[in-house]
């Protein structure tokens, strides 16, 4: 039987670019260039060795976003992803955390998965918990912020690298994954998977798809509320000086004028 | 007065720093009361109460090793269960993150990661968060459910506050998730004696400038010299001059000391987004142009090579 892997992956703001908040105080998605995250991509270079190593593997990868989200679908596929869905409502606008996992956990169940593979954050939100809440949602195993990944026989296997230890894990399939940076290089893709992309099937959803309401998402629906946002103060531009051989003594004489020493 | 729940971050009873601080802002949402889970849960409380709990609930089970996650979700649900808390509030770190979403998730509150302050207000704890690699701050609530919030390490003043800190055995029944990922081996990382890199007051860190594992030990000399925490560039990182676990940024640890020394980093924005809350930044790099220089306090243009040791000798002859 196919490996069904389904790969969960955020359209977001260039980290490079100038990002701010919009009047509403969502994050301004218009005025700064979107892309794949790239903690996305180490989640899709895993689901594409993982279905090599598999006799028969299908991947799907899923976003929910904007209609720009397209983009990072298509930068999934053309790495090497087979298939892809677009989840895209207009009141999906604003949603948060929770709403996010409950949207991705329908389309997840809808499309059918053995395993799901999350990055272990989103470079906008860097909340890092869509994936355990997947978990939870879902009713499977959660095996999360791996180093190092495999599947054989329905089993996952991988390596999580904590504060305390680095712990073995492991678990039976259906499970959700999340994979660190530290999993391995993300391919580019290549100009035939560029080009090979363009055929791949992306399917378009939307709430009634997934028998959802308006109320449950978006920011009406979220469970958090988001008061202020303040642009942080420049910080008050500090002492340089050039090192002609007491850079580093006049550095101490800072560090002890800041009481340091 | 309402009670907030505290998640105990501990290794074998000892109570990690994070936690005492967690204590010092329940106190001004509520009375603090305590959740310490597996071995040595019992041993946290005499610490605990010194900082303000007025109760401890623990419980120890195999269950707590030999799993991920969910039996810790079991326990703080049946603690929200038993105490029917104001808000909880967990440390945020990658497990503490995830215990608190799967548990806000079931318990049907909103949940906010990554506080770096937290006030009482009219609708609940209001938690300030620092955003788009600290470029903005944001003040934040959770409008369903009971509040359920985890805050950065260094956030708060640790203070002493002797309170009961009653200890109470917590009854915990595990869903049948709890046993779904199991932990078939752990390899506890080896301590360096330094401080720990979130926790420390001073971190000092190198990044590609210092070109070589080797080198690190300039670093690490002039760390020792002040008590510091060593941190590292992910391109240092990368090139295998240092641990992972010492990395400063976005997928590395996000730090917040009295003070920053950076030596040989560039200062990218997937950095900055780890360090720039730091309340003193200082930087050593040869090139007057990086972008680590906009954000001190004091810069020296020069090669580290030269700065660093001569920096090092001096705080040894300073402290004598
Ligand atoms: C999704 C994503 C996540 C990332 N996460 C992180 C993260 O968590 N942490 C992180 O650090 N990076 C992260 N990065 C990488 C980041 O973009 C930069 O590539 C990285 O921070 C650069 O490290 P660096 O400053 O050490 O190296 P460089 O940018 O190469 O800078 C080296 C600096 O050293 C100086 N130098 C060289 N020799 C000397 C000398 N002898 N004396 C003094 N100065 C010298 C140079 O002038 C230069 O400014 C991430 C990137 C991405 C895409
Ligand atoms: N809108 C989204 N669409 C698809 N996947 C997402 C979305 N938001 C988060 N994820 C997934 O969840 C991971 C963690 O995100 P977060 O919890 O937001 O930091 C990301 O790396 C993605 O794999």
Redesign the pocket.
Known sequence: MSLRIV?????VPDATGDRHFADDLTVDRDDVDGLL?E??EY?VEQALQIAEDADDAEITV????PED?KDALRKALSMGADKAIH?EDDDLHG?D?IG?SL??AKAIEKAGYDLV??????T????????A??AERLGVPQVTLLSEVSVEDGVVKGRRDGDAASEQLQASLPAVV?VTDQSGEARYPSFKGIMAAKKKPVQSWDLSDLDLEAEEVGLEGAWTAVDSAAARPARTAGTIVKDEGEGGKQLAEFLAGQKFI | MAEVLVYVDHVDGAVRKPTLELLTLARRVGEPVAVALGAGAADTAAALAEHGAVKVLTHDAAEYADYLVVPKVDALQAAVAAVSPAAVLVPSSAEGKEIAARLALRIGSGIITDAVDLEAGDEGPVATQSVFAASFTTKSRVSKGTPVITVKPNSAAVEAAPAAGAVEALDVTFSAQATGTKVTGRTPRESTGRPELTEAAIVVSGGRGVNGAENFALIESLADSLGAAVGASRAAVDAGWYPHTNQVGQTGKSVSPQLYIASGISGAIQHRAGMQTSKTIVAINKDAEAPIFDLVDYGVVGDLFDVVPQLTEEIKVRKG
Request: aromatic share 2%; hydrophobic share 50%; net charge negative.
């Open positions: 790969v969960t992956v955020k359209y995250s903690l996305d989640a899923l976003t929910v976003g989200a989840v949603t955390a996010t949207v991705l593979i999350s990055g272990m954050a989103s906008d939100g860097t909340m890092g918990v869509v994936p809440l997947l999340s």
